[in-house]
T-cell receptor, first 115, second 113 residues
Framework: DAKTTQPNSMESNEEEPVHLPCNHS???????IHWYRQLPSQGPEYVIH???SNVNNRMASLAIAEDRKSSTLILHRATLRDAAVYYC????????????????FGQGTILTVHP | DTAVSQTPKYLVTQMGNDKSIKCEQN?????MYWYKQDSKKFLKIMFS???????INETVPNRFSPKSPDKAHLNLHINSLELGDSAVYFC????????????FGQGTRLTVV
């Protein structure tokens, strides 16, 4: 599985935007960029995903570099409930190959949000 | 309704015992997974079943045996528990047909004493 690199931790103030970076220089053409987050004492939850174009949903935005070697998860207005570990993961788009949809988690970025 | 539910949420047991963790999903997914999160918070896949067939079996001691009676259930049985088995175990489900995100359960915190 292609590897991703994220900062160990980041801090933000409430109501401010947060940009969480992720490097994935060995990404292949069939890899989607997924973001999951894990709130304290909970299981991981899906945030957003993309392939080449920038993506927006109700939770966040995903900005993908033109060469796809990096991406940035954007939380437009951080709240205290956004404090979590954020994981950037590369995942094959379908069942082809031997990945079978599994998620390979790295260490993630611990996001602290200050009131 | 909880999409992916695990029982029990907490499990404290002595070394050498045998225990099971149950998982059920009501999302209609065809694939279920077990992940382990150790004390350093690393999440790692252990097993995956697709339509009751084992498709992923990472390097896990054979004391761990998953069982899938149907595609909505994936249980994890652990024999001869050891101190190092203490961790949080997460069940997840997704679909391998088309695009599907993975949904995770709330986790089972296993403590072996």
């Amino acid at each position: 599985d292609a590897k991703t690199t994220q900062p160990n931790s980041m801090e933000s103030n409430e109501e401010e935007p947060v940009h969480l970076p992720c490097n994935h220089s060995t990404i292949s053409g069939t890899d989607y960029i997924h973001w999951y987050r894990q709130l304290p004492s909970q299981g991981p939850e899906y945030v957003i995903h993309g392939l080449t174009s920038n993506v927006n949903n109700r939770m966040a935005s995903l900005a993908i570099a033109e060469d796809r070697k990096s991406s940035t998860l954007i939380l437009h207005r951080a709240t205290l409930r956004d404090a979590a570990v954020y994981y950037c993961i590369l995942r094959r788009t379908n069942a082809g190959g031997t990945s079978y949809g599994k998620l390979t988690f790295g260490q993630g970025t611990i996001l602290t949000v200050h009131p | 309704d909880t999409a992916v539910s695990q029982t029990p949420k907490y499990l404290v047991t002595q070394m050498g015992n045998d225990k099971s963790i149950k998982c059920e999903q009501n999302l209609g997914h065809d694939t279920m997974y077990w992940y382990k999160q150790d004390s350093k918070k690393f999440l790692k896949i252990m097993f995956s079943y697709n339509n009751k067939e084992l498709i992923i079996n990472e390097t896990v001691p054979n004391r761990f045996s998953p069982k899938s009676p149907d595609k909505a259930h994936l249980n994890l049985h652990i024999n001869s528990l050891e101190l190092g088995d203490s961790a949080v175990y997460f069940c997840a489900s997704s679909s391998l047909t088309g695009f599907s995100v993975a949904f995770f359960g709330q986790g089972t915190r296993l403590t072996v004493v």
